[in-house]
């Protein structure tokens, strides 16, 4: 069964950070690009970044980047996002999700939601000013 579970998500001031953690099971992690997604209330649903585990490229969307930050670790089959100097509008419900088929590159993504095959739960970022 495929799983991704995120956590890390809460409460914090504007200019705090957070750790958000996304656990994958149930597939080969090295083969699956992982995607940051999140929704605001009332708002589209927008990619924030995405890695390769294969080989560890990242793309980072210009509304954080030089503020978030994504990794993997391929032996706990873990994707980190980490978010610094947050910001009110940063608020939202972040989601992980799994493309088994899509390479994670540097200025294109996959940034499309039909482009993952599988979703977490999701987990709430609130940011108090």
């Known amino acids: 069964e495929v799983q991704l579970v995120e956590s890390g998500g809460g409460l914090v001031q504007a200019g705090g950070s957070l750790r958000l953690s996304c656990v994958a099971s149930g597939f080969t992690f090295e083969d699956t690009a992982i995607g940051w997604f999140r929704q605001a209330p009332g708002k589209h649903r927008e990619v924030i970044s995405c890695?390769?585990?294969?080989?560890?490229?990242?793309y980072v969307a210009d509304s954080v980047q030089g503020r978030f930050t994504i990794s993997s670790d391929n032996a706990k089959n873990t994707v980190y996002l980490q978010m610094n100097s947050l910001k009110p509008e940063d608020s939202a419900v972040y989601y992980c999700?799994?493309?088994?088929?899509?390479?994670?590159?540097?200025?294109?993504?996959?940034?499309?939601?039909?482009?993952?095959?599988?979703w977490g739960q999701g987990t709430q970022v609130t940011v108090s000013s």
């Open positions: 999700a799994a493309s088994l088929k899509l390479h994670c590159y540097r200025k294109v993504g996959p940034k499309e939601q039909e482009d993952y095959d599988y």
């Open positions: 890695v390769s585990n294969d080989d560890g490229s990242t």
